[in-house]
């Protein structure tokens, strides 16, 4: 007589992409929720753009933009856009970073199945989220009261979101690693604020600096996001040019990338 064992019945397991994939939300769905019960990171990402934006109008009118190819709505636009990334992901994750980081969170995620990238990505991605709602509000905004034209090539404008995202996600984790506690973080972040404000075309055009303050500024992390966004509109960014751009933002977000992965802390700093 023999008998027949019982089936086993089968166990299947999720890829390891999908359950990456599943980390990633549910880190991301938990940030989300700790932003949505923060007003003062809410209140800055969505309103200070727009506000900057208004205020900074009187300012154009004033500029020379004869023979840049530029007019008023050209550089409020992208300039607001480039705003809106800084402020809605690069002073926002730089915050989130150290907080987690010295209320010991970083460190309980590292002990589980997230892998470091994991974490850093996972927790940017509310901040990605916010950012892609306020540029398409303020697309729409400005669009209406400046009566701009459509961009001349849309598909740069969505290239310099995206890379800009991704410098300004790794920007603002190597930022974290040289901050030391959650108030100081809300210094640490200005000198790359002002020095994208100041030097990257975000509303005062490169084109009208002296030559040389032009060529160096050029080379800023910042300046290719922002020749893309300009370039959607205007449609002047010929090929070669949208190659260095592109390759440019890239080399700088390896850069930070690399530095995150050599000294960004994941304990409390002594």
């Known amino acids: 007589m023999t008998t027949t064992a019982p089936a086993r019945p089968l166990t299947t397991t999720a890829p390891p992409r999908t359950r990456a994939v599943n980390r990633l939300v549910a880190l991301g769905r938990a940030e989300l929720t700790l932003l949505m019960r923060s007003r003062a990171a809410l209140f800055t990402a969505l309103l200070v753009p727009a506000v900057t934006a208004f205020s900074m109008r009187s300012m154009v009118k004033n500029l020379d933009l004869g023979g840049t190819g530029l007019s008023i709505a050209t550089v409020l636009l992208p300039g607001s856009l480039g705003l809106a990334l800084i402020f809605s992901i690069y002073s926002n994750l730089v915050g989130v970073y150290v907080t987690r980081r010295e209320s010991l969170v970083l460190k309980r995620l590292r002990s589980g199945e997230l892998r470091d990238w994991e974490i850093l990505v996972g927790g940017a991605l509310p901040a990605l989220l916010l950012a892609l709602v306020q540029s398409v509000l303020l697309i729409g905004g400005l669009t209406v009261v400046l009566d701009a034209p459509a961009p001349a090539a849309p598909h740069l404008v969505v290239l310099g979101l995206l890379t800009g995202g991704a410098l300004l ?18 210094l640490t972040f200005l000198p790359f604020w002002l020095l994208s404000m100041v030097g990257s075309g975000m509303f005062v055009p490169r084109q009208v600096f002296p030559p040389v303050v032009e060529a160096i500024s050029a080379w800023l992390p910042f300046s290719p996001v922002m020749d893309l966004l300009q370039g959607g509109w205007t449609g002047d960014l010929g090929g070669m040019d949208q190659i260095r751009a592109l390759l440019a933002v890239c080399a700088w977000t390896g850069v930070a990338a690399l530095g995150v992965r050599q000294w960004f802390r994941w304990s409390p700093r002594n």
């Open 169 to 186: 996600v790794a920007a603002g984790a190597l930022t974290a690693a040289v901050t030391r506690t959650a108030e100081s973080a809300q």
